[in-house]
Each structure stands twice: as C-alpha cells, then as structure tokens.
C-alpha cells in the first residue's frame, strides 16, 4: 500500500498564492509519475500538472505560467506551487502518484484531497 498526505490548502484572495504538498510513503520501489488533479463543484476531475521520474512536466493550459510542479525524490514529495489565483482555481485538489511496488506491481495512488478556496 502506498499512502499520501496533502497538505496546503486553504482560502486565499485572487492574486494570491498557496503551495500544496503531497508526501507518499509505504511500500514504493519506484515512482514514475506525480501530479495533481482538481475538481470544482459539479464537473469533473482534471488534470492540472504531472511531474515525471525525469523531470519532464506538463500543465493544463488554464494554469501555464501561474502553477509550477516540482518534486523532491529523495522524500517522495511532489509539490504545486499556485501564483496569480483565480476565483475559477477553486476546488478539491488530489495528489496523485505511480510507479511499482515491486519491480512488476504496478500501483496508483490518490490522496485524500485538500481544498483550494480563491475569493474575489
């Protein structure tokens, strides 16, 4: 098993700034893949940002240039810088996390959730 801990949400005004957290622990051999996805009220999950075991990352593009991913490997952390918010950024945000529990056990592994609240 493969837990997370988020961390960092919170209610912020427009223009403002969060940065969320997500340490994963338990059973990891490797990690390939982090990121964080974001639902508001009443549509669906998306993506916002994903951070490879190599670095590479790709954004939605309603965040390019305002949200920055980054990762700590040698803690299993990925966090997700938020810059310039907007009142449409609110939602749940999940951390989200893949790689092997053993070198052929796949695992996928989401957070709790913590909530992203931008006023106007």
């Known amino acids: 098993q493969v837990q997370l801990v988020e961390s960092g949400g919170g209610l912020v005004q427009a223009g403002g700034s969060l940065r969320l957290s997500c340490a994963a622990s338990?059973?990891?051999?490797?990690?390939?893949?982090m990121g964080w996805y974001r639902q508001a009220p009443g549509k669906q999950r998306e993506l916002v940002a994903r951070?490879?075991?190599?670095?590479?990352?790709n954004y939605a593009d309603s965040v390019k240039g305002r949200f920055t991913i980054s990762r700590d490997s040698a803690k299993n952390t990925v966090y997700l810088q938020l810059n310039s918010l907007k009142p449409e950024d609110t939602a749940v945000y999940y951390c989200?996390?893949?790689?092997?529990?053993?070198?052929?056990?796949?695992?996928?592994?989401w957070g709790q959730g913590t909530q992203v609240t931008v006023s106007s």
């Open positions: 951070i490879t075991s190599t670095g590479s990352t």
């Open positions: 338990g059973r990891i051999f490797r990690i390939n893949v």
């Open positions: 989200n996390v893949g790689g092997l529990f053993t070198f052929w056990q796949p695992f996928d592994s």
